[in-house]
């Protein structure tokens, strides 16, 4: 496949690599930088793995026995066994994240023509391809760019800093200063002039606050994005950056670059937004990116009120938090209303079905409420996805049964669970006390605190012993009897999305 040639305004041009390949839709923060870029009149190349015959992964479908099985064996905590898992672990990751040849291919032509910086949004899984695009760059003499979400740790930033060819790590919200960092790198300025900034030399620019002028950011452009691969036409939107609640103790949403505190937009602004990308993309599907949607109720409440008379026919999926406010947007005149205003999906964090467990995570929510809520949102017409995880320091067997419990109590009116194994994560609090006072986590033995990919290697030895391991089999049976049903037919355009 050709590349697209460069638009190129008052001669400066740039190549920009998306290589989140975990999604059948254009990539939110990579359209928020493009659109800056072109504004300041830049001319930009985008390169999307999908566009190059890279096939993008699609997640929770209708299981089978076989993902049963994966589950199993992925989640097992028998100690005898656990240096297979993990070895099956460290291969599959290996082999998924191995660099494409497409893409590097395609990133090599597009450096042939020389253009004045490169830049990578980057996860932390991508590493390996970074540093293959990072030696090709250094090769032509080409300035990189390297950001991520998480870019703004600072144990996570030294550990990518020696990136081959690198000119800088970016952990900021850029959205507004992408122009001026560029430029700057083209014209070998002071990059250190903007927060969050990190050199390969190890200085750094003070932390970039979060970007509070969100009204300011420009409409998305993903008219590069390879719009004839995708399966249905889904625009991606994001209304409020960071989370109302903002505690519970285990998310790294909230402390990377762009979830750090909530902030919000208007109701018109971003209603204003869907209608001119369903204008651009003739489609009506939108995908709401936000960490909770409802954190600021009023605006769920004008969006539901709004989005018919914006676009009509909208069709729209997002995530909330089932809190303990008085006023949280999710009673059930705010659900029926949501489903009547295009709401296909909705997904939430269950986390556990003890109580004990989500008062350790700091969870801010109850048991109860989230079985009401959930009937409720059903009730109203909802697809319901929730998402959950074992191993949490102090889960017991009796916590996970009471999980497992909750889940057959409530099979009916859930669509889709995603079941992970627990993860400690730079930065977020639990990371922070693990890490402070190794003693008051008897369970949890770390090997290793592995900052490339900012997260701690453990072993929770408290998960390994017969009644555990029975309870979480029983959790896993629960999951595969949602997971193997089909998913809710007014939400089928969604399927697989989140």
Known sequence: MALKPIRSLKGARVVFVDLNNFATFPTLAIGLLVASLRNA?????????????????????????????????????????????????????????RPQPRVLAEVARALDQQPGAILLSAYLQHYRTVVEIGRMAAARGVPLLLGGPMFNQAETADAWRDIPGLTALVGAEADLSIPDIVRAA????????????????????AVAPPLRSLEAVP??????????????????VMAGRGCQWNKCNFCSDIVSVSGRTYRGRSVESVL???????????????????????????????????????????????????DQR?????SRAYLRAA???????????????????????????????NSEFIREAHDAGLS????????????????????????????PFIDRVRFNDFSILTG?????????????????????????????????????????????????????????????????????LM
């Open 219 to 236: 409409v998305p452009d993903f008219s590069d994005f390879p719009w004839d691969r995708y399966r249905i036409h889904i625009i991606p």
């Open 428 to 496: 977020t609090p639990i990371y922070d006390r693990v890490a402070a006072d190794p003693a008051a986590f008897p369970g949890i033995v770390v090997h290793r605190y592995d900052h490339r990919n900012a997260r701690a290697l453990y072993v929770n030895t408290d998960t390994g012993h017969r009644d555990y391991r029975r309870a979480k089999a029983e959790v896993a049976r629960a999951v595969h009897a949602i997971n193997r049903r089909k998913l809710r037919s007014s939400a089928q355009a969604f399927d697989g």
């Open 339 to 369: 489903v009547a205003a295009g709401m296909r999906r909705v997904s939430f964090g269950l986390e556990s079905g003890s109580q004990r467990m989500l008062d350790l995570m700091d969870k801010g929510c109850t048991v109860e409420a």
């Open 384 to 411: 319901v996805r929730a998402t959950m995880f074992k191993g949490y320091p102090g889960d017991t067997p009796d916590d996970l049964m009471k999980t497992a419990d909750f889940l057959r109590r409530h099979q």
């Open 186 to 205: 083209i014209d070998g300025g002071d990059l250190l002039q903007f927060g969050g900034v990190v050199l390969p030399s190890g200085a750094k620019s």
């Open 326 to 330: 008085a006023n949280n947007g999710l």
């Open 272 to 322: 204003n937004e869907m209608r001119e990308q369903a204008r651009r993309h003739q489609t009506t599907n939108f995908l709401f990116l936000d960490l909770k949607l409802n954190s600021n109720p009023a605006f769920f409440r004008g969006l539901i009120d709004g989005v018919q008379r914006s676009v009509r026919g909208a069709q729209w999926i997002g995530t909330v938090h089932v």
């Open 41 to 97: 009149g830049f001319g930009v190349q985008l390169v999307s793995p999908l566009a190059h015959d890279v096939p993008a992964a699609e997640r929770e479908r209708a299981e089978r026995s076989w993902d049963q099985l994966a589950r199993r064996v992925h989640l097992s905590t028998h100690p005898t066994l656990r240096w297979a898992r993990d070895g099956a672990r460290r291969t599959r990751a290996w082999l998924k994240n």
